[in-house]
């Protein structure tokens, strides 16, 4: 009975192995080639795990591998050699190294067309890496000290969905339109804790997810959101916002679902859109809140308005401010859709 049950046992093991679109011939020459100083586990062989082993290269990859873990190591250079085999790679995880700019070698990445998802975050980058594999999806580089972005480096990447430059040494100039040409499928872009001063310019039109927070700006043209007819979700929390930077319609957008504004330098609730659904205003200087002034439906359509119709607002932060309670009723019976309020 017990070796039906190693028969039954190992035959689920190939077959699992099998349906990853590889041969048996092709199953047994991965398991066989995996490198000694990773994991290659037998029932999802197409998987590489070298992570946390103090490497510092890459060891050669074997051919039929679609995701490889390498993070937290001591990694200085990806070298085209190591990858060569590595054409069918989907997923490359290279978090936590000590990557730097002359250790990205030339073609590296070219070799890989399949390449969906690569995270070179928290390495010693200084400019963006040119070369990308124009299959990528998303592109993680942040913690880094880029303050580079290479004009032409995102050149026919409209599938790039995700970008993420948070935590590195962006400026102004920095990121423009020029610099991020070709990105014209991005939904998230995160550029938060840079050094901007400004809003940053040249986002494409796609753009839905914004993620600001912990930069130097101070405010908003009046006629910026034009050009980002979807963004939904905004974060520009840990700015130097101030009221007078904040043009009173600049967030009354149909698109925009979540706001977060807070630990700026606000005195008044900014104007929203009836579609709003969540309000950060938290740590700013607000010392009161006006139904009356705030309310994106007037008093007296607000007396016909139908509950499915009423403002969308569902969520909203106020605590430390300076605002004493308790909230104005006029805020409650505009925003009656209100679930929770924090002040």
């Known amino acids: 009975m017990s070796l039906l049950l190693g028969v039954f046992s190992a035959f689920c093991l190939l077959g699992a ?117 124009s299959s990528l999806e998303q592109l993680q580089l942040s913690s880094n000290r880029i303050s580079k972005i290479p004009a032409g480096v995102f050149s026919g990447m409209d599938r790039l969905s995700l970008l993420d430059l948070q935590g590195n040494k962006l400026l102004d100039d920095a990121v423009t339109e020029v610099s991020l040409k070709g990105l014209g499928g991005l939904v998230q872009m995160n550029l938060a804790k840079n050094q901007l001063s400004s809003m940053p310019t040249g986002l494409p039109p796609s753009t839905t997810q914004l993620f600001l927070d912990g930069n130097n700006i101070q405010g908003i043209p009046s006629e910026y959101f034009k050009g980002l007819p979807k963004v939904a979700f905004l974060r520009l929390n840990g700015n130097k916002l101030s009221t007078g930077g904040v043009p009173r319609d600049v967030f009354n957008l149909s698109s925009l679902l979540e706001l977060q504004l807070s630990h700026n330098q606000l005195t008044e609730v900014p104007f929203i859109s009836a579609g709003l659904e969540h309000l950060h205003l938290d740590h700013n200087q607000i010392k009161s809140v006006n139904g009356s002034d705030i309310c994106p439906v007037s008093a007296e359509a607000l007396e016909d308005y139908a509950y499915a119709s009423a403002p969308k607002l569902r969520y909203l932060r106020l605590d430390g401010n300076e605002i004493p309670p308790p909230i104005p009723r006029d805020v409650v019976t505009c925003f009656r859709l209100l679930r929770s309020i924090v002040i």
């Not at 099998?18 to 047994?28: F, N």
């Not at 085209?80 to 085999?85: D, I, P, Q, R």
Request: with cysteine; aromatic share 6%.
């Open 17 to 133: 192995a099998l349906g990853q679109d590889v041969t048996y011939e092709d199953y047994l020459a991965q398991i066989k080639a995996c490198p000694r100083e990773c994991h290659c586990p037998r029932n999802f062989p197409s998987s590489v795990y070298c992570d946390n082993r103090e490497l510092k290269q890459i060891p050669n990859i074997p051919p039929h591998t679609l995701y490889l873990y390498l993070q937290n190591n001591l990694i200085e250079s990806l070298s085209k050699e190591a990858l060569s085999n590595a054409t069918q790679l989907r997923w490359l995880n290279v978090n936590h190294n000590r990557i730097t700019d002359e250790g990205m070698a030339e073609g590296a990445l070219e070799a890989m067309p399949q390449l969906l998802q690569l995270y070179m975050g928290d390495n010693l980058l200084t400019s963006v890496p040119v070369g990308l594999p």
